[in-house]
Nanobody, 115 residues
Framework: QVQLVESGGGLVQAGGSLVLSCAASGSTFSISAIGWYRQAPGKQRELVATISRGGSTNYADSVKGRFTISRDNAKNTVYLQTNSLKPEDTAVYYC?????????WGQGTQVTVSS
């Protein structure tokens, strides 16, 4: 099994930045990719960014140029640098790990952007 713990959320003004962290533990060798998703009230969960085991990254159009996903393999941690935040970025941000046993999810971290 894989355990994921997110941190770094909070309240920030529009235009501000936050760094979200996703620390993985357990069977991390089985992870093929880690992604960040978000879910705003009344909306479906949506993909924000992913990073594969090989380092390939993918971003939602809505965050391209503002968010950057990266990882520290030694710490089994994936980061999401969020810049130029907008009120529409307000959501619970979830970390997801894709493994050969299926997906695992973290508990989520709240990001609130005030206008």
């Amino acid at each position: 099994q894989v355990q994921l713990v997110e941190s770094g959320g909070g309240l920030v003004q529009a235009g501000g930045s936050l760094v979200l962290s996703c620390a993985a533990s357990g069977s991390t060798f089985s992870i093929s990719a880690i992604g960040w998703y978000r879910q705003a009230p009344g909306k479906q969960r949506e993909l924000v960014a992913t990073i594969s085991r090989g380092g390939s990254t993918n971003y939602a159009d809505s965050v391209k140029g503002r968010f950057t996903i990266s990882r520290d393999n030694a710490k089994n941690t994936v980061y999401l640098q969020t810049n130029s935040l907008k009120p529409e970025d307000t959501a619970v941000y979830y970390c997801n790990a894709e493994t050969w046993r299926g997906p695992y999810w973290g508990q989520g971290t709240q990001v609130t952007v005030s206008s």
